[in-house]
């Protein structure tokens, strides 16, 4: 049986007058970056604690033991429909006074039910959809929001994007000095969505790098192996295989699809330098001014996994790294 019962917590007013509302029913979270644990003795109270907090979108829970799992705007993408079981509670909009009814909650059949989130920092609205895999999909849009002077903006599934590169020829940086400089300037060390964004770092780093780079140079991009996937016995877990890239952690949480990662061939090779190789560079070549063309004719911009703790080295020399961060509020909005 299908559960048809909304919980009409609280009516809060957010722009466009609409109010948000929490609809639940059976499933559970398929597609995530991010859920926060709550302790609550009920599920009623899990719901509500989700209405309370102003950037969660969905509340989840299995019915024995109670498990409150909340999922704040833009880290979730889909929900997959169950029958019994585990509960999910979305937190929706409805222009009206009364519960809508049919089928299907929270769209209902196969219609559209969206939300909307302000914050000081985030002006979020999203829409919830359903397909016939009985996957409920959400995807978001910020609005009136744009990159700065010197950034680039990106589409994505969960986001619009904007990106830099950083580096100079004669400037060495670990993984950590990356992270570093991205966190200093409010920005995460950046993973590659698209092909696009991975085109876009590899042009910006050879136009800041310049003919002068130094042999085999790279930038860092996001990605960092799971320990797991690097100590004994790695071998036997499917995620740590191959260019599978579940066995990396990413400071850039904002991706849904890895796209923009394009490996040369025979990598990632852990260590076949004999040094664990445990994070993810992105190469800097091309024909006019690699200094070992044509011996390495691999594309520039491919993926590679590199020691995080060495900026330089007779292998390869890292001189910069890509930052990421959402767009901003125009500062005359």
């Not at 877990?237 to 849904?256: I, K, P, R, S, V």
């Not at 664990?276 to 044509?294: A, G, L, Y």
């Not at 007779?314 to 509020?329: N, T, V, Y």
Request: with cysteine.
């Amino acid at each position: 049986m299908h559960i048809h019962i909304m919980y009409l917590l609280f009516v809060i007013l957010i722009p466009k007058m609409l109010s948000l509302q929490m609809i639940v029913t059976y499933g559970k979270p398929t597609n995530f970056t991010d859920a926060t644990s709550f302790s609550e003795s009920s599920w009623e109270s899990c719901v509500e604690e989700c209405y309370l907090q102003n950037t969660c979108v969905l509340a989840y829970s299995p019915t024995s033991p109670l498990n409150c799992q909340l999922y704040p705007v833009n880290r979730i993408f889909s929900v997959q429909k169950l029958y019994s079981t585990d509960l999910v509670a979305f937190k929706v909009t409805n222009s009206t006074a009364t519960c809508p009814t049919g089928d299907n909650p929270p769209t209902f059949g196969n219609l559209t039910n969206y939300g909307s989130i302000s914050t000081d920092l985030v002006d979020y609205t999203y829409s919830v959809s359903y397909g016939s895999d009985d996957t409920w999909s959400l995807s978001y849009n910020l609005t009136g929001r744009v990159c700065a002077d010197g950034w680039s903006m990106f589409v994505r599934p969960t986001t619009n994007w904007c990106l830099q590169v950083f580096g100079s020829p004669s400037v060495s940086y670990t993984q950590a000095d990356a992270i570093h400089n991205c966190t200093n300037i409010g920005t995460v060390l950046s993973g590659l969505e698209t092909l696009d964004e991975r085109d876009f770092v590899a042009a910006g780093a050879l136009t800041l790098l310049g003919a002068g780079y130094p042999e085999f140079a790279a930038v860092w991009v996001s990605g960092m192996r799971k320990p797991e996937c690097y100590s004994d016995g790695w071998e036997n877990l499917a995620e740590c295989a191959g260019t599978n890239m579940e066995q990396f952690t990413y400071t850039d949480t904002y991706m849904a699809n890895y796209a923009g990662y394009t490996w040369d061939p025979n990598t990632p090779d852990r260590n076949s330098t004999g040094v664990w190789q445990n994070c993810i560079q992105m190469w800097i070549r091309i024909e006019s001014v690699s200094p070992d063309f044509p011996y390495d004719t691999n594309p520039n911009g491919n993926s590679d996994d590199a020691t995080c703790n060495v900026a330089d080295s007779d292998d390869f020399s890292l001189r910069g790294f890509a930052c990421g961060k959402l767009p901003e509020i125009p500062a005359d909005a």
